[in-house]
């Protein structure tokens, strides 16, 4: 950007100020009367274009932005935040060349457009984009994490670690080097390594929100609750308005406590400082609605997301939770979103469940269909795919859910080294019941109520009675693959003779304890394996604690019910495609149900 007169330098390091301490309002006023004063002052357009998008006025903030571009084309930080404008409308078309182009001079731009490719199930597109930029030693973490993932996602961890552990192994003492690592091995579920390696970069180099975040991550994996609520409480006093920081903070709280004011304390004192912080405000409601209380997520943006200017994002957000209870709202409030921005996807998929819940089946399909040309493999619209379905009375609806083909039980067989099925599922329960907190709430954002779930991914587990699970597993998955056999629905397009683990949690349930019904977005074939069962529950007559599918985990109108069952009996495997509708009945017993499941995809080529 050309060089400005003092006076205007004096002038932006004022509005710099006002950013830094949160005073957007008056920042806002100031820019302003620059702009008037400086109309050709690039930097200025493009502050108060960022500002406008943040007060929800996308159109007029896209029209400051281009003002700014169409003065200096090239201007790395105008192209990042029209880009980000774009992507947050859902006109990833047009924002995605601005993004690359202002990659290689921004490291933001690099990050936006990476966690876009990574969040949209593109990680070849993200892995093009970071290789280059991670070469060079100096990507910072938040893109070596996004590096990361995008390895991860296509199945290769290894490399990620070996990567990163060679670049830590040539600077011992760059903290930054040590944190990529530490990132890498808690991707790759190397919790102990991962959590010694934080430590290490915390200790040689200036801790930083992010670094926090990272050793906190590989403490809720090792079930060190405490002191990763410490490390995320040190991670927000350097940086108060890190969403994620916060999301992660409420579910550990939320776990010790169950209380949902007390998971909300660290965000409502950010709103102080912060108000009207969209991102924070829609933390605070994912955290409500996480909790049960969809209804209060709804009112915590029912004010915000009044205003004519309410970006989608917001209107989505509150759409998701008038969802549960009053899927008008919801229709309302994705089509708002869907006026601002036609191509955002998240809209269109609040939607389209938004139209079966108010018994609009015909054009719920229509929105599946145009979603699914774009992402085919996403399991929760094939899921509302396949209700449109039923409520149309359309016969593909029995072909994609043919439960008594689909759903397949089997008897594990004991694994190697234990001389019956018994004596290793009494060994598999002890390691289990060590993992789970016997005094704490379910997780948040999860299925199960009245129970608990592990943390960490039990595939990666270094219990050898675990890692004897999982191989016990391979033999029924196989055999899965070859009853489904080869086709073109979403199950069998996908069968590739090969498969990997996705994913894998164990979950107690307590008495009343019931999973709701759902499905596995990012999943292919799920599953459920029973470890131990309240007495009787095999052989009972009622369906208490009974594996219930077809039950649309959704409000549809008229109401869907569930269609097959599986009776539970420990040491029982039951596979199923991950787009079906699925949740466990509720029971009541003394004694806790233990269960393991896990998601399989299918093995990427590499």
């Not at 683990?501 to 304890?513: A, I």
Request: proline share 6%; hydrophobic share 45%.
């Amino acid at each position: 950007m050309p060089t400005t007169a003092p006076a205007l330098l004096e002038s932006m390091r004022q509005v710099g100020a006002l950013l830094q301490a949160g005073d957007l309002r008056s920042a806002h006023q100031r820019l302003q009367a620059i702009v008037v004063e400086h109309p050709d002052c690039a930097e200025a357009l493009r502050l108060l274009g960022g500002l406008r998008q943040s007060f929800g006025d996308a159109e007029g903030a896209e029209a400051l932005l281009r003002q700014a571009m169409a003065l200096d084309p090239n201007w790395a930080p105008t192209l990042t935040t029209l880009g980000e404008l774009l992507l947050t409308s859902g006109r990833h078309d047009e924002a995605e060349p601005l993004l690359r182009r202002a990659a290689t001079k921004l490291p933001h731009a690099a990050l936006l457009l990476a966690r876009h490719y990574n969040g949209n199930q593109r990680p070849a597109d993200a892995l093009a984009l970071l290789a280059p930029l991670c070469a060079t030693g100096h990507a910072n973490a938040e893109l070596a994490a996004q590096h990361v993932a995008a390895l991860a996602a296509m199945g290769r961890h290894d490399e990620a670690i070996a990567y990163y552990r060679r670049a830590a192994e040539a600077a011992p003492d760059n903290s930054g080097a040590a944190h990529a690592l530490a990132i890498a091995l808690t991707a790759a579920g190397h919790h102990t390594e991962a959590e010694r390696t934080a430590s290490l970069a915390l200790a040689h180099g200036r801790p930083s929100a992010t670094i926090h975040f990272t050793h906190a991550r590989s403490l809720i994996a090792l079930g060190e609750f405490a002191r990763a609520e410490a490390a995320l409480r040190d991670g927000l006093r350097l940086e108060p308005r890190n969403v994620e920081a916060h999301d992660h903070l409420a579910r550990l709280v939320w776990m010790r406590t169950g209380d949902p004011a007390q998971a909300t304390d660290s965000l409502d004192q950010a709103l102080q400082k912060f108000t009207g912080d969209e991102a924070l405000l829609a933390a605070k409601a994912a955290i409500l609605q996480g909790t049960g209380d969809a209804r209060g997520a709804h009112a915590c943006l029912s004010a915000p997301a009044s205003h004519a200017q309410a970006t989608p994002v917001l209107l989505v957000r509150a759409g998701l939770a008038a969802l549960e209870f009053d899927p008008a709202i919801a229709r309302s409030l994705a089509e708002r979103a869907l006026h601002v921005s036609p191509a955002s996807t998240a809209a269109r998929n609040l939607l389209a469940a938004a139209l079966l819940g108010v018994g609009d089946a015909r054009h719920a399909l229509h929105h599946c269909e145009a979603l699914l040309t774009e992402t085919p493999d996403d399991q929760y619209l094939i899921a509302l795919q396949t209700t449109a379905w039923r409520l149309l009375g359309d016969v593909r609806h029995d072909a994609y859910c043919d439960y008594a083909h689909l759903v397949r039980p089997c008897r594990l067989q004991a694994p190697s080294g234990w001389p019956d099925l018994a004596s290793f599922l009494a060994d598999l329960q002890r390691s289990l019941e060590c993992l789970h907190d016997p005094h704490g709430h379910p997780l948040l954002f999860q299925s199960l109520r009245h129970g608990t779930e592990t943390t960490a991914d039990l595939t990666r587990h270094t219990d050898p009675v675990i890692q004897a699970l999982f191989n016990a597993f391979d033999a029924p998955i196989r055999d899965y693959l070859a009853h489904i056999g080869h086709g073109d629905d979403p199950l069998r397009r996908r069968h590739r003779d090969s498969y990997r683990f996705n994913g894998s949690w164990s979950v107690r349930l307590h008495s009343s304890g019931y999973h709701a019904n759902h499905v596995h977005p990012r999943g292919w074939i799920s599953s459920a394996f029973y470890v131990d069962l309240p007495e009787g529950m095999a052989g009972a007559t009622t369906p208490d604690g009974c594996l219930a599918f077809g039950e649309p985990g959704i409000v549809t109108t008229p109401p869907l019910h569930a269609q097959h069952s599986v009776r539970p009996e420990a040491g029982t495997l039951v596979l199923f495609p991950s787009y079906v509708w699925h949740g466990t009945v509720p029971f009541y017993s003394d004694r806790a149900r233990l269960t393991v499941a896990f998601d399989a995809v299918p093995e990427r080529a590499m």
